[in-house]
């Protein structure tokens, strides 16, 4: 079992800056994977980047040269850097990190982005 908590959203006008955090409850040193996704109302849950246990990264095309994922094993954390934010933004923001078979999620974080 494996725990997460996420933390580092509110509330930014456009243009602004949040770094959310993923603090897991043990080692994610051998995660096979680790992402963040996003669910805005109304909408399904979407990926918005990816990283794999080699360090490649994958991100959505909406938020590609805005948001950077990376991963601290020391501290257990994963993170997600968003600048250049956009109202479309807009989402309540999970963290995921895939261990063997296993997906474990964190509660979400609500990211809302004033125009």
């Known amino acids: 079992q494996v725990q997460l908590v996420e933390s580092g959203g509110g509330l930014v006008q456009a243009g602004g800056s949040l770094r959310l955090s993923c603090a897991a409850s043990r080692s994610i040193f051998s995660a096979n994977a680790m992402g963040w996704y996003r669910q805005a109302p109304g909408k399904l849950r979407e990926l918005v980047a990816v990283?794999?246990?080699?360090?490649?990264?994958n991100y959505a095309d909406s938020v590609k040269g805005r948001f950077t994922i990376s991963r601290d094993n020391a501290k257990n954390t994963v993170y997600l850097q968003m600048n250049s934010l956009k109202p479309e933004d807009t989402a309540v923001y999970y963290c995921?990190?895939?261990?063997?078979?296993?997906?474990?999620w964190g509660q979400g974080t609500q990211v809302t982005v004033s125009s």
């Open positions: 990283m794999a246990s080699g360090g490649n990264t």
């Open positions: 995921n990190i895939r261990l063997g078979i296993y997906d474990y």
